[in-house]
């Protein structure tokens, strides 16, 4: 028999991504990136084909290295994983337990009480306000059983985010014993002066952590890829945990490359806050609200009528060879999110939306 904790957890449900009888379907269900990655990163991948035989540099130096530079941050803090999911799980595995609580936002990434669970820690949600993290209500469930609190900014799937001053007061509200981890998998995509990835934050304290992907504005997510921010000592913690080549070659090689192609970030960044803004002025004038997001997605609202609710939507995109992501795991059930894409793909959504909700 497995640990108690394990047999009683969910496993998580990534977005769809096929359609019976659609060759192509637009995919809109995982945040993936509208432009795709940098060209550079996919010669650098493809370089790599004749070396597959050969392990990956265990110590991730040169990817270390070259996110230090980009970053202004110290390489000896950085740790690599596959994907963030890989990291958010060594955290985990490190600092929590059986008898111990995780605590995160309501309606945040559902990998923190999945995993937390697997650990066997008990995961504890915090109310939001108006769909945004709650500073306030998030202190007030700290106890002494915490190890752990998540924070996702900007949150996926609600796309709101804590501007610096709520996320310091948030660290300054907890103890030093509790592990502050700021997911920050979309910052790239925030456009706003009163926000800050957290690694500033990091560099003021021992207990916090940022965690970043690229799978998401470096277009990556097929190959796994992702990297922490730490203190030197949680730094320690995580390459004694982690495998000692748990991330491939191809992937290492293309994770340079894409930080050091800073056109194509430039490019992607400014699609995005383009699509953004068009997508979300068409749906507010089709009446379908939305949480002020700051990421590559949109969450809207759709009415009670079944006719035009969430699931009825949901079927009718379907149907025009369209995927979003229904929203009912993270207990937001009259809500679809919806990835920002091409701006075809959003004409076509869009258009498609209009058909169905001016329907009578």
Avoid at 166 to 173: E, F, I, P
Avoid at 279 to 296: C, D, K, Y
Wanted: with cysteine.
């Amino acid at each position: 028999m497995p640990r108690p904790g394990i047999l009683g957890t969910a496993s998580y449900v990534g977005g769809e991504a096929k359609i019976v009888g659609v060759e192509r379907p637009i995919r809109l269900a995982s945040n993936e990136s509208a432009l795709g990655p940098s060209t550079k990163a996919i010669a650098a991948y493809r370089a790599l084909a004749g070396e597959i035989h050969r392990y990956p540099d265990g110590d991730t130096a040169e990817l270390r290295e070259a996110l230090g530079r980009y970053h202004g941050l110290d390489p000896a803090r950085i740790v690599c994983g596959a994907g963030s999911d890989e990291l958010i799980t060594l955290l985990l595995r490190s600092y929590a337990g059986p008898g111990d609580e995780v605590l995160y936002s309501r309606h945040g990434f559902l990998m923190y009480p999945i995993n937390a669970q697997t650990v066997g820690a008990t995961p504890v949600a915090a109310p939001e306000r108006m769909l945004t993290t709650d500073v306030d209500a998030l202190l007030e469930r700290v106890t002494e059983r915490t190890r752990i609190v998540f924070i996702a900014n900007p949150n996926n799937p609600t796309g709101t985010y804590l501007g610096t001053a709520d996320m310091a007061r948030l660290h300054a509200g907890l103890p030093p014993s509790v592990v502050l981890a700021i997911d920050s998998a979309y910052a790239e995509f925030v456009n706003r002066n009163d926000y800050e990835a957290g690694m500033a934050l990091v560099d003021r304290a021992d207990n916090v952590v940022m965690l970043r992907t690229f799978s998401k504005i470096y277009a990556l997510a097929g190959l796994r890829l992702g990297w922490a921010y730490c203190p030197p000592a949680i730094a320690d913690i995580f390459n004694r945990m982690r495998s000692p080549f748990n991330v491939n070659a191809p992937a290492l090689a293309a994770g340079v490359a894409a930080v050091e192609d800073v056109e194509a970030l430039l490019r992607a960044q400014a699609h995005n806050q383009r699509w953004l803004a068009w997508f979300s002025e068409r749906l507010a004038a089709l009446g379908i609200p939305l949480t002020p997001s700051v990421a590559n997605f949109v969450l809207a609202r759709f009415p009670d009528d079944p006719r035009k609710n969430a699931d009825a939507v949901f079927g009718f995109l379907q149907r025009h060879g369209i995927l979003t992501r229904k929203m009912g795991a993270y207990g937001l059930p009259q809500y679809l999110r919806i990835t920002i894409g091409t701006g075809d793909e959003m004409e076509r959504v869009a258009t498609t939306l209009g058909e169905i909700m001016t329907a009578r």
